[in-house]
């Protein structure tokens, strides 16, 4: 699927039209561009992307792997440029919050965290890990920019892209989210590089199936949905506005040009093998990390990395677009997303991921985020329950 990009210049200009509005605290400045995709461009494109996952009591969802890069590409960590912040830190807060009455040691894990799953260039279903990030119309979900372009066969977007929060074994709790729009830096857009492997992408309004109507055959032939015929009888699935991302599950906060060595919480969903071989994670549940970023950056110059902080952490990929969350509160399950997993490193030698790297957020992540945080979706389930065409 070829999809022409559009460029927004950001910069000077852009901040004296308005593209960069106030709503952010602490000054935004980029020297780049921000590249905008459309995904499923109308309701009728998006009820097809949502019947495409729900269909067969959410089959599709269930036959979808891991999306990674061959574990075998893992490299030593070495030190190589640096982080570079482009002005002032800044941030904005998050949304929503859910309570916790538990005296637990224990993590609590945000509601907003989920799986992104899409089909790749060959024709393979797939999943990344992601969130639900705060913004104007509670339906902004962050993610590595891997996990929007297909950098693998050097194609536009990742088809049938949707977001599911609490994402388990089929189970979409809140509901399934397609995407409308992604917003990249152009940097990783038309040149791949992976110091800008971040994407921030609108959702439609979220859907859930809400049992089965018996029609006739002409209703059937007309009916957009999902629907089964058997027995000389036509079923169609019915459909549920569950609404907004950010009213369902919050939205995680955003920051840019912080120190490297902040304190982060880093959920998502590894599955892939070690590179020995050695496999403990089943990509099934949530698992999460907890450490200092660092400076340091991944050797691996096909990549274009320069500007990488790390943790040490040893997730495997399917953590791929996890958020890297400072100031997490245990409470609300609510902090800042200040990175993205994008790359996996063994760091002692020993055939083991032990180190994952994200793009340094700086002024130029603002602008990408500030683009796609003030964009509206809207919604796809009519209301007697049926898919808009």
Known sequence: MFVKRILLPVGGAALATGLLTTGLTGAVQAAGDVATDPMARNTSQAASVASFWLASN???????????????????????????????????APGGSERSSSNSQNVNLPKTVGKVFFVDGSGKF??????SI????RNLVATAGHCVYDTDTNTALLDNWVFVP??????TPWGIYVGKTAFTHQDFDVYEDYDRDY??????NGIQFNGVKRVSSRDYKRFSGPKRSWGGKHYILLSKDVGRLGDNVGG?????????????????????PHPDGNKP????????CYGRTTAKTVGAPWLKIQEHIGLKCAVTPGFDGAPWLTQYSNGRRLGYVNGVASTFADQDGNDRIDYITSPYFDGETAAVYEAARNVWSGKIVGPKGELYK
């Open 252 to 272: 995680q906060g955003f920051s840019w040009n912080q120190a490297s060595n902040r304190t982060v919480r880093t959920f998502g969903y590894p599955s892939a």
């Open 126 to 131: 797939r999943w990344c890990s992601a969130t």
């Open 281 to 288: 994670y089943s990509g099934v549940t949530p698992k999460h």
């Open 134 to 137: 705060q913004s104007n119309y």
């Open 58 to 92: 959410g089959a599709a969802l269930r036959r979808a792997t891991a999306y990674t890069w061959d574990s075998n590409q893992v490299r030593k960590v070495v030190s190589k440029g640096g982080y570079n912040p482009d002005g002032r830190p800044g941030s904005t």
């Open 199 to 204: 994407a921030f992408v609108t959702v439609y």
């Open 166 to 171: 609490g994402y388990y074994e089929g189970k």
